[in-house]
């Protein structure tokens, strides 16, 4: 044969073989870049919706409320599913809808626990719910549809946790939360021959007995509280302000929502612990609207006594505002709880948050195998491992509150163990839900394996989680998550969340590293004392809206913008953040490193005093008077959820 | 002689057909590939520092171990717009603040210099990565069309967003 011949023959071989590698192999790179793309697309629409969810929460008053929590997550998701229709050039009629077949679930996880959005079957059973007309009503009419597969939230999950000991006689669940509180439900030891019931909750810290700086220190004699070496005194008490459209006004947050006083200094007046109070002032707060709202707290009654019911009442918000205290009674209830929870100084007539009388817990040797979730058989925990959960048995057996001096820091046993139950409990329930999903896009759901640093930020923010998963790539189906925090939230303090305010009218972070140069204001005064205003939440530094209704019936409803927090006589305007540390940040001591693992760490290696006893007031403060679910209690305070601040400023 | 003629024409085109044109399947094909992993690792490292807001060395030094393992040279620009919120700080009052906002930018060398680099919620950070070396796909494709210039780059990749959370660490 004739070399062209051989050519040919080659080429006749080589030409399809290559041609088909060439398409297998563009094919294989598609799908790549398709699930590249997609990644993205799936960030992208979850960052749009973290962000509607910060927009509608940060200027609601009632954004704590679970009822308008509910609403605000719906809210959000709807415009995460808008934004994905959007992302992948769907938007349209319906556009919800055809992304729903993909969206096997969406977690919206929060302080103390996580919501699931994820389709469930619209049927109640085992309660016994009647219409007006005596049917019975056996699926929610919050969802349309009767007996249908539905997408909504499914009831919220807590980070909770049951132990059992039959030796001790413990059974009782312990509820973690994304900082050192917990909240503790169930049976602990005997009560004579009955079980011994205990609900309480409270800040967990570090005791000690002599003031030597790793942990709280009760003094007895002047009932002056330590955290390391900071004095917090009943008798130090600071007058918080902040600005409401043009006007100053003098304000404390009680249970998250911030009631001024609205203070006429003429009329009638009288003096209660120092404070002269004039009987005519007002105490308003935001209402949802964005109006000033006079209700909640009556005005004086110069006709009835001081200790009428309305009349006490308004004169302890009077002295909420004028003389706070929030972080001495942090730092009083933390050090109580602990001592409780595992400390060995006697609290006389110690209540829990059920009104009981209760002796120590006692719990410092609760060990993690004590959880119910704790399994020592090797089989389940390899069932457990093979559908991705990590088994509580990983993280090994120790007692979870050490009698230590490090309960409140990062690299604790009990922050070990309250990130394995925050893990636990989503990785159990999240793959239920995802595994129970059916849709004409894929046969089965399975959980993506979500990376370690995604779980640190689950494991210490607020965020979104979302799955999207059936999406045909060519080759393959595509299977992804998404984490995204927010950053921007008003569900819980956290320890990095507070700012100082500089000398030069800025505000930066407590990591920068200009703030341990003397350029801090001392208090807002200048005169020390409990240094309250150059430490605040970040949160206060956010815009807000009100509408000014104007003084007289006939003025015109104005929409104002303002910022809480202005420098006085420029007319509005606001402290600027930082540039070492705000809008950019080049001064930051990076924290979550070995060297400072937190934030407690690293203003206790500061070594300087104002500083630490800033940022340690203001935390506490600002805890102290951010809400939590556990200061609304019947048994204890009635129906006024204010009441827990309260009670503290009788006279 | 005419024989003897076509007969070089056709080892010629036999040549041409037998090696240059599978190797330049191949080099196109590797080409394909290496800049499937550029996308990818550029893809990675942008998603990354959005989702974390921290782009620190480590991050950094592997990106560009990632990039090298394809035995490539590669010019990896990274630019970074910080959102700059305080020219709208300044008063307030009864304006909506849409659009007042501005940002500063950082160029690759500002970035490389100020790593760790922490962002914050609303910055943007874009990645291009191009390669500076010539591929053996490039330079077959030069040596026969003749036609690309300098500046055709076979390999390049480019990845960008807006950072999705403000980090202390």
Same mark, same amino acid.
């Given at each position: 044969m004739k070399l062209q011949g051989l050519a040919i023959i080659f080429i006749i071989i080589i030409l399809p073989i290559s041609m088909v590698l060439s398409t297998y192999v563009g094919n294989k790179i598609n799908t790549s870049m398709t699930e590249l793309d997609y990644n993205t697309k799936l960030l992208n629409s979850t960052y749009d919706s973290i962000k509607a969810y910060q927009l509608n929460t940060i200027n609601n008053s009632f954004g704590d409320i679970t009822n308008s929590k509910i609403s605000d997550i719906e809210a959000a998701i709807s415009t995460f599913y808008n934004s994905l229709a959007n992302n992948f050039t769907l938007s349209g009629y319906k556009s919800e809808n055809v992304m729903q077949e993909y969206v096997p679930a969406v977690a919206f996880t929060l302080y103390d626990g996580y919501y699931i959005y994820s389709p469930f079957f619209n049927r109640l059973e085992g309660v016994d719910i009647t219409t007006d007309d005596g049917d019975p009503v056996d699926y929610d009419p919050k969802y349309s549809s009767p007996n249908q597969i539905t997408n909504g939230l499914k009831p919220y999950v807590y980070y909770s946790v049951r132990y059992k000991n039959t030796v001790k006689n413990w059974d009782f669940v312990i509820t973690y939360t994304l900082d050192n509180y917990i909240t503790i439900m169930g049976q602990i030891g005997l009560n004579g021959s009955d079980p011994n019931y205990v609900y309480d909750s409270g800040y967990l810290y570090p005791i000690s007995k002599i003031n030597d700086g790793t942990g709280i220190y009760h003094n007895t004699e002047t009932d002056s509280y330590f955290f390391e070496g900071i004095e917090f005194n009943p008798s130090d008490t600071e007058e918080l302000k902040e600005y409401v459209g043009g006007i100053e006004y003098p304000y404390a947050k009680i249970n998250g929502k911030k009631y001024y006083l609205e203070e006429k200094n003429e009329g009638n007046s009288f003096v209660k612990n120092g404070v002269r109070i004039y009987t005519n002032s007002k105490i308003f707060y935001i209402d949802s609207n964005g109006t000033k709202n006079y209700n909640q707290v009556n005005l004086y009654n110069d006709t009835k006594p001081q200790d009428y019911k309305d009349n006490s009442e308004f004169i302890k918000y009077y002295l909420a505002i004028k003389k706070n205290k929030s972080a001495y009674m942090y730092f009083k209830n933390a050090y109580e709880f602990s001592n409780m929870v595992f400390g060995d100084i006697p609290i006389s007539e110690y209540k829990d948050k059920a009104n009981q009388t209760q *002796?120590? /817990?006692? &719990? $410092?040797? &609760? $060990? =993690?195998? *004590?959880? $119910?979730? /704790? *399994?020592? *058989?090797n089989n389940k925990t390899n069932e457990l491992k093979q559908s991705g959960i990590t088994p509580l048995s990983e993280y090994g057996s120790f007692e979870i509150f050490r009698g230590d001096e490090d309960v409140h820091l990062a690299g604790s046993n009990f922050n070990k163990h309250r990130k394995a139950i925050i893990r636990y409990v989503i990785e159990t329930n999240m793959s239920t839900a995802i595994s129970g999903f059916k849709s004409n896009a894929v046969d089965e759901f399975i959980m993506p394996k979500i990376s370690d640093t995604d779980w640190e930020t689950i494991q210490n923010d607020i965020c979104e989680i979302s799955f999207l998963q059936g999406l045909n790539m060519g080759l393959r189906k595509y299977n992804g998550y998404s984490v995204v925090a927010n950053m921007l939230t008003k569900d819980y303090i956290d320890e990095d969340d507070i700012y100082f305010l500089t000398t030069d009218n800025t505000y930066c972070k407590t990591n920068d590293e200009t703030l341990n140069r003397p350029n801090v204001i001392p208090s807002k005064d200048g005169l020390g004392g409990l240094g309250y205003y150059p430490g605040i939440w970040k949160i206060n530094f956010e815009r807000k809206k009100f509408l000014n209704e104007g003084e007289n019936e006939n003025d015109d409803t104005q929409e104002e913008f303002y910022y809480p927090l202005q420098i006085k006589g420029t007319g509005g305007t606001s402290y600027l953040g930082s540039y =070492? +540390?705000?809008?950019? +940040? +080049?001064?930051i001591t990076e924290i979550g490193t070995n060297e400072y693992p937190d934030m407690y760490t690293y203003v206790n290696k500061l070594n300087n005093p104002t500083i630490k006893s800033i940022y340690y007031k203001a935390l506490a403060r600002e805890r102290w008077g951010s809400f939590n679910v556990n200061n609304i209690n019947y048994e204890i305070y009635g129906n006024n959820s204010n009441e827990y601040f309260l009670k503290d400023y009788k006279w | 002689m005419g024989d003897s003629a076509t007969t070089i024409i056709a080892i010629f085109l036999a040549a041409i057909l037998m090696f240059v044109f599978p190797l330049m399947t191949m080099a196109d094909k590797t080409d394909d590939t290496v800049k499937l992993t550029v996308q990818t690792a550029t893809t990675e490292f942008t998603n990354d520092i959005r989702s974390t807001g921290l782009l620190s060395q480590q991050k950094y030094d592997n990106f560009i171990l990632a990039l090298s393992s394809t035995n490539n040279s590669y010019d990896a620009e990274i630019v970074v717009q910080k959102l700059d919120e305080n020219p709208a700080k300044k008063a307030s009052g009864a304006y909506v603040k849409i659009g007042d906002n501005v940002y500063y930018t950082m160029y690759t060398t500002q970035v490389l210099e100020s790593l760790p680099l922490q962002l914050k919620e609303g910055d943007i950070i874009s990645v291009t990565v191009k390669n500076t070396n010539n591929t053996i796909a490039t330079q077959l494709r030069n040596f026969m069309f003749k036609v690309t210039g300098n500046e055709s780059k076979a390999i390049t990749a480019q990845s960008s967003g807006i950072v999705t959370k403000t980090t202390t660490k």
């Open positions: *002796d120590r /817990y006692g &719990l $410092e040797h &609760l $060990e =993690t195998t *004590d959880a $119910e979730y /704790y *399994d020592k *058989d =070492t +540390s705000i809008m950019g +940040s +080049s001064n | -």
